[in-house]
Nanobody, 122 residues
Framework: QVQLVESGGGLVQAGGSLRLSCAAYGTIFSINAMGWYRQAPGKQRELVAVVTGGTNTNYAESVKGRFTISRGNGANTVYLQMNSLKPEDTAVYSC????????????????WGKGTLVTVSS
């Protein structure tokens, strides 16, 4: 069982910045991927950014150049630095992880956080 705990959402004016944090807890041997998805009202959930293999990053086209995803050093954490926020970035942001559990021979498990609301006012 893996639990993800998110923090850092809130209300910000357009052009402002926010930093989201997510920590993974459980019997984690290694992390295959950690990232962030978002879902705006009336829209489907979409990938925002993901880190795979510890260093490979992928971003949605709409956030490239504005958002930066990073892993914490020596910890099961991931951060999303969001700059130059726009009203269209308003959504519930959810942390995602895919980890190998146990001592290395356990299964890979995908988990989701409860989500944190980001509201960008114009």
């Amino acid at each position: 069982q893996v639990q993800l705990v998110e923090s850092g959402g809130g209300l910000v004016q357009a052009g402002g910045s926010l930093r989201l944090s997510c920590a993974a807890y459980g019997t984690i041997f290694s992390i295959n991927a950690m990232g962030w998805y978002r879902q705006a009202p009336g829209k489907q959930r979409e990938l925002v950014a993901v880190v795979t293999g510890g260093t490979n990053t992928n971003y949605a086209e709409s956030v490239k150049g504005r958002f930066t995803i990073s892993r914490g050093n020596g910890a099961n954490t991931v951060y999303l630095q969001m700059n130059s926020l726009k009203p269209e970035d308003t959504a519930v942001y959810s942390c995602y992880s895919n980890v190998k559990t146990g001592s290395g021979s356990g299964p890979n498990i995908s988990s989701w956080g409860k989500g944190t609301l980001v509201t960008v006012s114009s």
